[in-house]
């Protein structure tokens, strides 16, 4: 079993920063691919980013150059680094994890991921 815990969200400015913290239970984080994914009102969850155990990682298109995603092994906690916000990326976000044995594994389809946190809300204001 891997419990999350997300934190970090809240109010900002348009053109601000937030870093989202996804803390994870257990001793497999290591061997954990992890993701972040957010879902605005009205629509469907979509994928933001994704961090196999190798520590590659992948953006979706529309915060590429803007979020930066890491993992802590030793503290068993992923980051959501949050620049030039923008309104659109109003929603809740939601951390992920899915086991595996593949270094290099990872999926930009939630639902592959066997975990969830509670998810943050996340508001940009224009």
């Known amino acids: 079993q891997v419990q999350l815990v997300e934190s970090g969200g809240g109010l900002v400015q348009a053109g601000g920063s937030l870093r989202l913290s996804c803390a994870a239970s257990g001793r497999t984080f290591t061997t954990t691919a992890m993701a972040w994914f957010r879902q605005a009102p009205g629509r469907e969850r979509e994928f933001v980013a994704a961090i196999p155990w190798s520590g590659s990682t992948y953006y979706a298109d529309s915060v590429k150059g803007r979020f930066t995603i890491s993992r802590d092994n030793a503290k068993n906690t992923m980051y959501l680094q949050m620049n030039g916000l923008k309104p659109e990326d109003t929603a809740v976000y939601y951390c992920?994890?899915?086991?595996?044995?593949?270094?290099?594994?990872?999926?930009?389809?939630?639902?592959?991921?066997?975990?969830w946190g509670q998810g943050t809300q996340v508001t940009v204001s224009s």
């Open positions: 992920a994890a899915h086991r595996t044995y593949s270094p290099s594994y990872y999926s930009r389809d939630g639902a592959t991921y066997d975990y």
